[in-house]
């Protein structure tokens, strides 16, 4: 089993929806949660990060984690086609500098 | 710099030749991290340093695969007698690692490693 799943799509939706993109992970001590967005041929650029539970809103994306159910979140509103990418979760934790990553999600927001 | 540099951009080697990737870190940030991501996937661990320690090296490969930051600064990822199997795009990224900003890793565009 991975550290971290996240499923792949890809997911289409409509100029202005809401999207949610989830990652699962099975490792207790993760204490530091991200996303990244990958535009096609760049690297990953940093969105959010969380560190432990809770929510975190930033301009149109809020990211929430639950610790509890080791289940984490990014919900993007009004959707944009700019925001068509592929969002990738990591995560850490506290006493080590590993980052472990999701697979990705590719999200593809239709004008 | 303004970001984490990587160079070269692209490189096309032979299979058996060595290679050296190179990465320019942002200014003042003491934790470096390579990573391999293949396509469509996310990227995977290969080695960490803080400062110019070399703290995890738990996801090189194998003993062809090094890793030195020897001034705290810049890096060098060199793979020995490449294989055609290192073919991948190799990312390194840097943080700050301290003052509450341990989480923020940026990364470089990375180097696009082919063997054949």
């Known amino acids: 089993q991975k550290e971290v799943e996240q499923d792949p799509g890809p997911l289409s939706v409509p100029e202005g929806a809401i999207v949610s993109l989830n990652c699962t992970y099975s490792?207790?001590?993760?204490?530091?949660f991200m996303w990244y967005r990958q535009y096609s041929r760049k690297g990953p650029e940093l969105l959010m990060y969380?560190?432990?539970?809770g929510n975190k809103e930033d301009g149109r994306f809020t990211a929430q984690v639950d610790k509890s159910s080791k289940y984490i979140s990014l919900f993007i509103r009004d959707s944009q086609p700019s925001d068509s990418a592929t969002y990738l979760c990591a995560m850490r934790g506290y006493n080590f500098n590993k980052f472990y990553f999701g697979s990705g999600t590719k999200l593809n927001v239709k004008p | 710099g303004a970001g984490v540099s990587q160079s070269p951009r692209y490189k096309v080697t032979k299979r058996g030749q060595d290679v050296a990737l190179r990465c320019d870190p942002i200014?003042?940030?003491?934790?470096l991290y390579w990573y391999r991501q293949a396509l469509g996937q996310g990227p995977e661990f290969l080695t960490y340093f803080n400062y110019e320690a070399q703290q995890d090296k738990s996801g090189l490969p194998n003993d062809r695969f090094s890793a030195e930051r020897p001034e705290g600064s810049i890096s060098t990822l060199t793979i020995q007698r490449t294989e055609q199997r290192d073919s991948a795009m190799y990312r390194c990224?840097?943080?700050?690692?301290?003052?509450?900003?341990?989480?923020?890793?940026?990364f470089g565009q990375g180097t696009r490693l082919t063997v054949v």
């Open positions: 490792n207790s001590a993760f204490q530091y």
């Open positions: 990224a840097s943080s700050l690692a301290r003052g509450g900003r341990e989480a923020e890793a940026f």
């Open positions: 969380t560190y432990s539970s």
């Open positions: 200014s003042g940030h003491v934790s």
